[in-house]
C-alpha cells in the first residue's frame, strides 16, 4: 500500500476520482504547516497564534459537532443484485476532555502575558477603544480635568471644568 493511499484511506475518499476533500487537505497539508507554525512560535511570530487559535476553536467545534449529534443509526438495504447490505451503527463520539484542552491552551493564549510576548497591544479603556496611542490625562487642582491627545505630532488638549 502506497503513502498517498493510506492517507486516502484515513481521509475517508474512495479513490483520486472523488476529488480532494478537506479532510485530505487537512491530513496531506495539516501536519507540515502545523509543524512550521510550533517553530514559529518558538519565535513569537503572530500568525503563528493566529493559526494555532483557529486550530484550536476548529477542534472545539468538530467535536461538539460530535457530540451533538449523537450515534449513527444502523442500517440494512439491498443492491440491485439482491445482496442484502448492513451498515452497523457507530457508538456516540463523547469528547468532552478534548473540548476541555481546547478551552484551556484558548484561555492561555487570550491571557495578557501571552498577548504582550506575541506584540499584541494590552491596553484597556478608551485608548483600547479609539485606537490612539498617545493620549493623556490629568488634573488642575480639585474642580479641572484635561484630555490631551498627539494629532499630527502636535498635543491638542480639552480642558473639562466641574
Known sequence: MSFLTVLMMMAGSYGTSAGLTIEALCIIAGPP????????????KPWARLYLMALLFAVIAFNGYRIISGSSPSSTHSSADGVVNTRFGSPAQYSVPVIAVCIGLLLLLFSRGIRSEFGISTRTGLAALCGSKKWRVGHHGRDTMYHEEEIGGEWQRIDISG
Open 33 to 44: 504547516f502545523t509543524l512550521v507554525a510550533g517553530i514559529a512560535l518558538l519565535f513569537h
